[in-house]
């Protein structure tokens, strides 16, 4: 059977047994974070409007990992960074959409920040996929949150969008060339982001009202992600014919980006990475400038969370040549850990240094990159390595304790399941027997046999009950 196979697909033993090694390091960690996902939408449907629930439903269909951080947050700012990100998704619909006519395109992108404001706007044939076209045919209900919003939020998002709209239509017709090209175009497309959820936190009094002035600080954090997004895109984007790697970055060790996805270039596509992956690195000092200053734990686990994951990325992108045969991620057990785990600046200090030595320990020296590498590595270190030596002495020491807690609680949550399915067999069975001694005590009539039963009524059946158990 289907199951079956399943089974068997797994492969060798030793490929099972890693399986299941990871099964059983991550299981706690991702059922945690399911019953928090589960708890959180919970909330948020029961007490929303109808605009409202489809605005966070949106926000899920969208973005499942950036959704999670921001239902996270507290209050009225949750809802404007909700919308903040709904009003920036559809302005990135309309960039990316190639179908879209671009004697429309442009002129949208322009006035975006103003058709937020009209009441009842939508666009149906703009959108990529389903999600994108829901998105934009509904954006009238996102408008109509975005209105209800505190004037000192919609200013913020009004002035972030418009920004981002005319650098969004400047790059339609110019291509990134230079360093400073890609810096800009990241600035255009996620520092600003940076820069617009700083003054959105000081407008929350959640912060500190310096985060206003924070813009060096604020663009860094929205390039560090962007950056990653880029380079671990290539296949994606290469085949969409949209790319954005510098080409002083790429013609260095090739004449056409597209010769990296031929095997024949795999040596010059690894090193033209590194080269990226380094420079990318540049911004986590900014990163953790950031994060050190941020007071709410809300605020804090929702800035720091996306940037430790764009740090695993990063680790996992470096000098691998499987980022120009497919898309390179994170196992979902490792991710669950990184949401449960970043709670405070000593947490994304741990988190750092270890992805900063993976990094530093898959150089390779005769990458023309290497030495440079390794200093951006060992400055990220001097930052992060005594905190992080604190973090990981406290973290073995609480390792046994927390693995039988977090044991347990599955252990207990797979066998009150069980126990539920135990009993509705049960009754089954029970509803069977009665249904077959009523036909066996009634009149046979003549010439007719007595029918015979194919389910036992003395004996427990026990494949009847475990074998849909395994099905499921």
Partial sequence: DKDGQAFRDLGSPRRMAGSLSALHAYAPALFLLYMRMRRTKQLLTQTASPQWQFSYEMLTRTSRSFALVIQELQGDLRDAICIFYLVLRGLDTIEDDPGFPMDKKVPLLHTFSEVIEQRGWTLTDCGENDNELTLMSNFDQIITCYLGLKPIYRNVIKDITKRMGDGMADFLTKTVVTVKDWDLYCHYVAGLVGIGLSNLFAASQLEDQSFRTADKLSNSMGLFLQKTNIIRDYREDIFSCRMFWPDDIWKKYTDKLENFADPHYRREAVHCLNDLVTNALQH?????????????????????????????????????????????????????????????????????????????????????????????????????????????????????????????????????????????????????????????????????????????TSVFNASHMIKPVIAK
Avoid at 294 to 312: E, G, H, S, W, Y
Avoid at 349 to 374: C, G, L, M, W
Avoid at 420 to 431: C, D, L, S, V
Wanted: proline share 5%; charged share 25%.
């Fill in 284 to 456: 986590i000092p900014e990163c953790l400038e950031y994060m050190s200053r941020l007071r709410n734990p809300k605020d804090f686990t929702f800035c720091a969370i996306p940037q430790v994951m764009a740090a695993a990325t990063l680790s996992l992108c470096f000098n691998n040549p499987e980022v120009f045969e497919g898309v390179v991620k994170m196992r979902r057990g490792e991710t669950a850990l990184v949401f449960l785990n970043v709670v405070d600046i000593s947490s994304v200090y741990y988190y750092f240094d270890h992805y900063v030595q993976v990094i530093e320990n898959k150089i390779d020296p005769s990458d023309p990159n290497a030495e440079r590498t390794r200093q951006i590595c060992s400055h990220v270190r001097q930052i992060t390595a005594a905190t992080a030596s604190k973090v990981r002495a406290k973290k073995e020491a609480e390792s046994d304790r927390t693995h039988y807690v977090l044991g347990g609680a599955l252990l207990l949550g797979s066998t009150l399941f069980l126990r539920q399915r135990w009993k509705r067999e049960r009754q089954k069975r029970t509803e069977q027997e009665e249904q077959q001694q009523k036909e066996t005590s009634s009149p046979i009539e003549l010439g007719s046999e007595p029918t015979q039963s194919n389910n036992p």
